[in-house]
């Protein structure tokens, strides 16, 4: 028995209203955005493809919790096949339209798409299930479940469930081969009993809420969270494709200097959502509110008053509610904009690609530009300002200690291959000029030609920028680009991996060309695989090494500190759960270590405990400011004389032939 198929006009009575529906809830959702240059952001698309095919397509961010990536992936494949076959495949058989797939395929047309629906729609409703069971049943505590939330997943539900039910009541009155529609075939045999007339009845009912539910569900996503249906992919294909480690540039002091005029439009930081540009604004609009980003801060793990997720979503909710209100104090505290140690990992986990760091430091811009910062963080810039070094101490020392290390300045031999660029900490901390020796000595072994700038030796400009002194960090930047073209600077040679990521990625925007930048990692990897230096005394000790946030994940360098480390004899590696981009704060960045703010526990002792539960002797570390934050650390927990921690450079110092 065959249906007269149901009537054309309430169909597109229904699929109209639910598409004008649609479109001016994107109207009203786009307008907020102020978009303007839409077509000039498009080219970061044709730049942007491998991310969007790998985490849009093929929800690889997603993927990384198996459970909820098999789940979304079910979702939003069998949504998207749902919504095609209903477009493409079911309307031309309601409604008898000769379109040119069904003249081409004929009854397989009919057959293969009845098969289509039927496997994907089933396995849409094990994802919209797997989904409900999380939320409601595991409730892990990064997920924030609302109404909202339920109604979605319900509605959802219900399309997957009528649309299968509709197929399995047709079955009990209109039963062709289990083959082209399995699932509804299961389904239909216990129902083989029920009279023609009620089957019929049921099957016509479910036709229509099944219906019914997918115009509203389409209608409804540009007032709800299935918004991230469009927004999530729009955000990920459009935005710009900057180094990870970069921060945005707002202004740039070279041109407000030429142009005093322009610096009445600098806006210092952002007061509100509305300073925002409107990519931005989209990318706060994107944000699906899934936790992933507090699952993995370390301000989360240390109890401090940050969660990202919560900044971001309060930016959100600011754009959608059309509130002007400035945002620190009222909607977002200021400890939790210091709280961030700008470790990134958040950035790398979100699905949605938002970047959560150039949020917070725009608020630091923003309370930099009001004078909202305490004695720490003005001493910090005062040192910066009066001094040229983070730690206030006289830039003569830099001088003595190139004598004491018997290194030569630039001043005195620039015909040199790499500027080997210090940094702060490595030039003044007792503790850390010991890492600047065993380098020097590497350096030294190697014939390696190089030199440093001594007494023009200044900060590199990474805290200033971190904590919001945009203007400073340009100025100090500006000063150091000079001195490298003044001195024919070809090649830099870092110690910090704050430094490194810097001068790599920050300075070029600012007119740094033509000039590499390495980390000593870099360098020294490449002189054993060349067998410049030989690692051959032997170290024997069990160790684990802590990548750094600025070198493993901000510059993918984590496979030459693990090569080097395979170099040298009687070293034992085990390898920590957090490691290479995955790497876990040790609480000392974005210009934490010159502050403090409200904790339960230090990040420095929860990235200890998670070393040290590893059962190794010895922590080794690529940075002096992770060196010295994990050795507060173990001095806290009282297993300073039972753990060592070191620099790369010192074991491989121990282990270089004939030292
Ligand atoms: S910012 Fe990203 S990771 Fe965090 S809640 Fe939003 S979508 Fe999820
Ligand atoms: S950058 Fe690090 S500390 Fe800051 S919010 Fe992201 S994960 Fe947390």
Same mark, same amino acid.
């Given at each position: 028995?065959?249906?007269?198929?149901?009537? !054309?006009?309430?169909?597109?009575?229904?699929?109209?209203?639910?598409?004008?529906?649609?479109?001016?809830?994107?109207?009203?959702?786009?307008?907020?955005?102020?978009?303007?240059?839409?077509?000039?952001?498009?080219?970061?698309?044709?730049?942007?493809?491998?991310?969007?095919?790998?985490?849009?397509?093929?929800?690889?961010?997603?993927?990384?919790? !198996?459970?909820?990536?098999?789940?979304?992936?079910?979702?939003?494949?069998?949504?998207?096949?749902?919504?095609?076959?209903?477009?493409?495949?079911?309307? !031309?058989?309601?409604?008898?339209?000769?379109?040119?797939?069904?003249?081409?395929?004929?009854?397989?047309?009919?057959?293969?798409?009845?098969?289509?629906?039927?496997?994907?729609?089933?396995?849409?409703?094990?994802?919209?299930?797997?989904?409900?069971?999380?939320?409601?049943?595991?409730?892990?505590?990064?997920?924030?479940?609302?109404?909202?939330?339920?109604?979605?997943?319900?509605?959802?539900?219900?399309?997957?469930?009528?649309?299968?039910?509709?197929?399995?009541?047709?079955?009990?009155?209109?039963?062709?081969?289990?083959?082209?529609?399995?699932?509804?075939?299961?389904?239909?045999?216990?129902?083989?009993?029920?009279?023609?007339?009620?089957?019929?009845?049921?099957?016509?009912?479910?036709?229509?809420?099944?219906?019914?539910?997918?115009?509203?569900?389409?209608?409804?996503?540009?007032?709800?969270?299935?918004?991230?249906?469009?927004?999530?992919?729009?955000?990920?294909?459009?935005?710009?494709?900057?180094?990870?480690?970069?921060?945005?540039?707002?202004?740039?002091?070279?041109?407000?200097?030429?142009?005093?005029?322009?610096?009445?439009?600098?806006?210092?930081?952002?007061?509100?959502?509305?300073?925002?540009?409107?990519?931005?604004?989209?990318?706060?609009?994107?944000?699906?509110?899934?936790?992933?980003?507090?699952?993995?801060?370390?301000?989360?793990?240390?109890?401090?008053?940050?969660?990202?997720?919560?900044?971001?979503?309060?930016?959100?909710?600011?754009?959608?509610?059309?509130?002007?209100?400035?945002?620190?104090?009222?909607?977002?505290?200021?400890?939790?904009?210091?709280?961030?140690?700008?470790?990134?990992?958040?950035?790398?986990?979100?699905?949605?690609?938002?970047?959560?760091?150039?949020?917070?430091?725009?608020?630091?811009?923003?309370?930099?530009?009001?004078?909202?910062?305490?004695?720490?963080?003005?001493?910090?810039?005062?040192?910066?300002?009066?001094?040229?070094?983070?730690?206030?101490?006289?830039?003569?020392?830099?001088?003595?200690?190139?004598?004491?290390?018997?290194?030569?300045?630039?001043?005195?031999?620039?015909?040199?291959?790499?500027?080997?660029?210090?940094?702060?900490?490595?030039?003044?901390?007792?503790?850390?000029?010991?890492?600047?020796?065993?380098?020097?000595?590497?350096?030294?072994?190697?014939?390696?030609?190089?030199?440093?700038?001594?007494?023009?030796?200044?900060?590199?400009?990474?805290?200033?920028?971190?904590?919001?002194?945009?203007?400073?960090?340009?100025?100090?930047?500006?000063?150091?680009?000079?001195?490298?073209?003044?001195?024919?600077?070809?090649?830099?040679?870092?110690?910090?991996?704050?430094?490194?990521?810097?001068?790599?990625?920050?300075?070029?925007?600012?007119?740094?060309?033509?000039?590499?930048?390495?980390?000593?990692?870099?360098?020294?990897?490449?002189?054993?695989?060349?067998?410049?230096?030989?690692?051959?005394?032997?170290?024997?000790?069990?160790?684990?090494?802590?990548? !750094?946030?600025?070198?493993?994940?901000?510059?993918?360098?984590?496979?030459?500190?693990?090569?080097?480390?395979?170099?040298?004899?009687?070293?034992?590696?085990?390898?920590?759960?957090?490691?290479?981009?995955?790497?876990?704060?040790?609480?000392?960045?974005?210009?934490?270590?010159?502050?403090?703010?409200?904790?339960?526990?230090?990040?420095?002792?929860?990235?200890?405990?998670?070393?040290?539960?590893?059962?190794?002797?010895?922590?080794?570390?690529?940075?002096?400011?992770?060196?010295?934050?994990?050795?507060?650390?173990?001095?806290?927990?009282?297993?300073?004389?039972?753990?060592?921690?070191?620099?790369?450079?010192?074991?491989?110092?121990?282990?270089?032939?004939?030292?």
């Amino acid at each position: 028995m065959d249906l007269a198929p149901p009537s !054309p006009t309430i169909m597109y009575i229904l699929a109209t209203g639910s598409l004008v529906m649609f479109t001016y809830g994107f109207y009203i959702r786009v307008r907020v955005y102020g978009v303007s240059g839409f077509i000039n952001q498009l080219k970061y698309f044709s730049r942007n493809y491998t991310r969007f095919l790998r985490d849009v397509l093929l929800q690889g961010r997603v993927l990384s919790d !198996p459970y909820i990536g098999i789940s979304h992936l079910l979702i939003m494949y069998g949504f998207l096949i749902l919504l095609f076959g209903k477009v493409v495949l079911g309307f !031309p058989f309601l409604f008898n339209l000769n379109l040119p797939l069904v003249l081409i395929f004929k009854d397989s047309y009919f057959r293969y798409s009845s098969l289509i629906m039927d496997i994907s729609g089933f396995l849409f409703i094990v994802g919209v299930c797997l989904a409900l069971i999380r939320r409601v049943v595991i409730k892990p505590w990064k997920l924030e479940t609302g109404l909202e939330d339920i109604i979605a997943l319900v509605a959802l539900l219900y399309l997957g469930l009528s649309g299968l039910l509709t197929e399995s009541f047709k079955l009990v009155f209109s039963p062709y081969s289990s083959i082209w529609s399995p699932i509804g075939s299961i389904l239909s045999s216990p129902l083989a009993t029920i009279p023609t007339n009620i089957a019929v009845a049921l099957h016509t009912l479910f036709w229509w809420s099944h219906i019914l539910a997918a115009c509203i569900i389409v209608a409804a996503i540009p007032y709800s969270k299935l918004w991230h249906i469009l927004a999530v992919p729009g955000n990920v294909a459009i935005q710009s494709d900057k180094p990870l480690g970069s921060l945005i540039t707002p202004f740039l002091l070279s041109e407000l200097l030429s142009n005093p005029e322009a610096m009445e439009k600098v806006r210092f930081g952002i007061g509100n959502v509305w300073d925002l540009d409107w990519p931005r604004r989209f990318m706060v609009d994107s944000c699906t509110n899934c936790g992933r980003c507090d699952e993995v801060c370390p301000a989360v793990a240390s109890r401090r008053a940050l969660k990202p997720r919560m900044i971001i979503q309060k930016l959100k909710k600011q754009l959608i509610s059309g509130e002007a209100e400035a945002l620190i104090g009222s909607v977002i505290s200021e400890d939790e904009v210091w709280s961030c140690t700008t470790c990134g990992k958040c950035m790398i986990t979100c699905p949605a690609w938002i970047g959560h760091v150039d949020f917070i430091v725009d608020l630091r811009r923003w309370l930099v530009g009001n004078s909202r910062l305490d004695k720490k963080k003005s001493d910090l810039l005062s040192n910066l300002a009066h001094s040229s070094n983070s730690l206030g101490m006289s830039q003569w020392d830099r001088q003595e200690l190139a004598a004491k290390l018997n290194v030569k300045t630039i001043q005195e031999s620039s015909n040199i291959e790499y500027l080997l660029w210090i940094g702060c900490l490595a030039s003044y901390d007792s503790r850390a000029i010991k890492i600047t020796e065993s380098l020097i000595n590497i350096l030294k072994s190697a014939n390696i030609s190089f030199a440093v700038l001594g007494a023009e030796e200044t900060c590199c400009g990474d805290p200033a920028r971190r904590l919001g002194e945009e203007s400073r960090f340009q100025e100090i930047a500006l000063n150091n680009i000079e001195l490298f073209k003044k001195y024919g600077v070809k090649k830099v040679l870092t110690l910090c991996p704050h430094c490194y990521n810097t001068l790599k990625n920050e300075y070029p925007k600012l007119g740094l060309l033509n000039i590499e930048v390495y980390h000593y990692s870099e360098l020294i990897e490449n002189l054993i695989s060349h067998g410049a230096i030989k690692l051959s005394n032997p170290v024997n000790t069990v160790a684990v090494l802590h990548d !750094p946030c600025y070198l493993a994940r901000y510059n993918n360098i984590y496979s030459q500190p693990r090569a080097i480390l395979k170099q040298i004899p009687g070293l034992k590696i085990r390898e920590a759960k957090n490691r290479k981009r995955k790497t876990f704060c040790c609480g000392g960045g974005g210009a934490n270590y010159w502050y403090e703010v409200p904790e339960e526990k230090r990040i420095s002792v929860v990235r200890l405990e998670e070393l040290t539960s590893l059962n190794v002797e010895r922590v080794i570390t690529e940075c002096p400011f992770c060196l010295a934050m994990l050795e507060d650390a173990a001095r806290i927990k009282g297993i300073d004389e039972k753990i060592s921690i070191c620099d790369l450079t010192e074991l491989i110092s121990k282990s270089l032939s004939g030292v």
